[in-house]
């Protein structure tokens, strides 16, 4: 007899609304352990909206969403940050603190004892250990108001990430990262979901990127539709030249491919170029 394994995040007829406007409608999907998935669309999809809908911060307009099989009305705040981890689009510090104890924040959810305790070696251990994974080793005594923006943003994920929670919810990731460190960040996040049982969800708005690292892709139109499932499926010259307004091209070199404007074109192409 075969048990079955609920998915370690799930949507059922989830609904999204904001005024008049319908950003997602009807939207059932599974989020499986070991899965990355983008979400993607164009600027006020709705893509920050259903990720704080995911991780329980804002109530659907219709359906609901469930985390390991259950209802996240009826998970207690601290097991559920057990279990998802959120990094938010804006981080903002209003005061003075070391970047270790930045990152040490995010193990709040473990901390036990009389008035949540303090951290122990194992809590800094993994503080430690989530600043190495992103190469932010010699951050850790920084005052975390001495960073600039793209260093602020890798350490943000560092805290994610140090909260271990096998679902990861990351609104807008690589925000103010150069190139170098947007792929250091992807394949950090390809290393940590290859681990155990665990599920990244993220908004991004490089398509590329995207169809490179990711596994799945829900893409949003902004008037309710969506279109969810294996990256290069979803990710198409055809289906994001609709969500985002404009035709794109699909340019093939060899093993490689970029989706890509195509300027001056009515409907999206595709090219392939010979080496």
Not at 32 to 40: D, K, L, R, T
Not at 121 to 147: P, T
Not at 171 to 179: G, M, Y
Request: charged share 20%.
């Amino acid at each position: 007899m075969t048990t079955h394994v609920p998915s370690m995040l799930a949507t059922h007829a989830l609904a999204l609304r904001v005024g008049s406007r319908t950003l997602v409608e009807n939207l059932t999907q599974c989020f499986g352990a070991g899965e990355i998935w983008c979400v993607a669309g164009a600027n006020g999809a709705g893509k920050t909206t259903l990720i704080a809908t995911l991780a329980g911060l804002r109530s659907p307009a219709a359906g609901h969403v469930e985390i390991d099989g259950l209802a996240l009305r009826d998970w207690k705040p601290a097991r559920l940050a057990q279990r998802r981890a959120l990094m938010p689009q804006d981080v903002r510090d209003a005061f003075s603190a070391s970047v270790l104890d930045i990152v040490l924040l995010n193990r709040y959810p473990h901390l036990a004892g009389w008035g949540w305790g303090w951290e122990s070696d194992a809590d800094r251990a993994a503080a430690h250990a989530a600043l190495a994974q992103l190469g932010l080793e010699s951050f850790a005594a920084r005052d975390v108001l001495s960073l600039s923006g793209g260093e602020r943003q890798r350490v943000a994920l560092a805290a994610a990430l140090c909260q271990d929670a096998p679902l990861l919810l990351l609104d807008e990731p690589l925000a103010h990262l150069d190139l170098h460190h947007q792929i250091a960040c992807l394949e950090a996040l390809k290393r940590w979901v290859s681990i155990e049982s665990r599920t990244v969800v993220l908004s991004c708005h490089d398509l590329n990127l995207a169809r490179r690292y990711a596994t799945h892709a829900l893409l949003l139109d902004g008037r309710g539709a969506c279109w969810a499932g294996p990256v290069r499926d979803v990710l198409t010259a055809a289906r994001a030249s609709e969500a985002f307004g404009h035709p794109l091209a699909l340019i093939r070199d060899g093993p490689h491919e970029a989706l890509v404007p195509a300027l001056g074109a009515a409907t999206p192409i595709e090219h392939t170029y010979d080496r």
